[in-house]
Every structure is written in C-alpha cells, then in structure tokens.
C-alpha cells in the first residue's frame, strides 16, 4: 500500500474510488418468527449493513447487523481509495487491521466503504455539529470510502469514537441488544410485570 500522508487532499479532478455510484437495492427483511418458523435461515439472512441504510428495519434484523454483520472473507480484495499525488497514483486500502481495531467498525461490501454499525440506528439524523442541526454523512448516512487518513488521533475512525453522539449511540445499541435478548430487562416489561403481581395481589384480597 502506498501512502503518502505529505499530499494535500486532491480535488475531484484527480481522485476516484473503488465506490460504485449505483444505489443498492434493499434485500427482503426477515424476521424473528421466520426463523423460528423454519421459513427461512438465518445463515441466508443478508448481513451487509450497505443493504439498509437509510431504510426502517425490524429489532430482528437490527440485531443481526449489530452482532453478526458481514465481514469479509480471508481472500476478500479489500477496496482501496485512489488519488493523484504529484504525477503518480496513490493508493490507500482499507483492511482487516482497521476492523480489528474498532469493535463498532464494519465494512459494506455492496458500498465498498466504512460505516459505524451503532450510528445509522441509534442516532438522529441531525445530531452533528454544536447545536446538533447539522445532518450527519460519512460512518452514519453514507459510507466512508476515502481511505487517506483513517488511523491516529487525527484519523477519521478516532475522531468518530470521540463524538458524543457516537458514544450514545453505542450505549443505547448494547441496551437494544440486552432488551433483545432477555425482553423481562426493558422498562415497559418490569413495570408491566410489576402492575400485574399488584392486581393479582388485589384480586386475592377481593376473594377473602
């Protein structure tokens, strides 16, 4: 992989990306009850994360890309991001080492970029910026496809692990997943349970 981190930015007349512009058509979701119905397994569920962006999804499918989303396979060619740098090309790759880094990164094929796997389901879509008014892109809405500066402190995917709104997220992404699977945990359930053993208290005392 070449870097050369000395080069400014290009503009759009001298870069490219491995990104194709076509939109990605959704696959069907599937849910819970199929499953368990036989209907469909999970092992065909469609785990690319690119495939739902932008979309409503079910708590089922949004577990699944949460714990079990697509990774890539040991001889999966990695996309890269390519750049003009002083009359040669440069490319920057993105690779497992960078999955491997950051618990909360996956990659989407079908986009051939980055994205937060808490954000795009667990944020507004206007949380950025210091009044949060600002419309949130790459990681959350959109892929990250520009592979320059991904590392270090300076690097996108640490200034993403920074935001508050992408700790948030991630907070309420593991309290989905809790909830999910053991639904007596969520609030609504424990005071449902809790007014329940309090009627059938009342209804004891009633019959003497």
């Not at 194709?20 to 999970?42: C, H, R, W, Y």
């Not at 497992?96 to 937060?116: E, I, M, P």
């Not at 508050?164 to 945990?185: M, Q, R």
């Amino acid at each position: 992989m070449n870097v050369d981190s000395d080069c400014s930015t290009p503009g759009p007349s001298n870069l490219k990306s491995s990104l194709d512009t076509p939109q990605p058509e959704a696959p069907e979701l599937f849910t819970s009850g199929q499953v368990e119905k036989g209907e469909v397994s999970t092992a065909h569920l469609c785990r690319d994360v690119g495939h739902f962006i932008g979309q409503k999804i079910d708590d089922f499918t949004k577990h699944v890309l949460l714990e079990d989303p697509w990774k890539p396979t040991k001889d999966y060619k990695f996309p890269f991001y390519s750049r003009t740098c002083g009359g040669r090309e440069v490319n920057n790759f993105v690779s497992s080492k960078h999955l491997d880094a950051f618990d909360w990164l996956v990659l989407s094929d079908v986009q051939k970029g980055l994205y937060c796997k808490f954000c795009p389901w667990f944020t507004s879509r206007n949380e950025g910026g210091y009044q949060k008014n600002v419309r949130l892109g790459v990681l959350v809405t959109k892929p990250l496809t520009n592979f320059k500066n991904l590392m270090g402190k300076s690097g996108d995917l640490e200034c993403h692990e920074r935001l508050e709104y992408h700790k948030s997220a991630v907070i309420a992404g593991n309290n989905f997943l809790k909830n999910f699977h053991d639904p007596t945990l969520e609030v609504r359930n424990q005071v449902g349970a809790s007014h329940l053993s309090q009627v059938q208290e009342n209804w004891n005392v009633m019959k003497g």
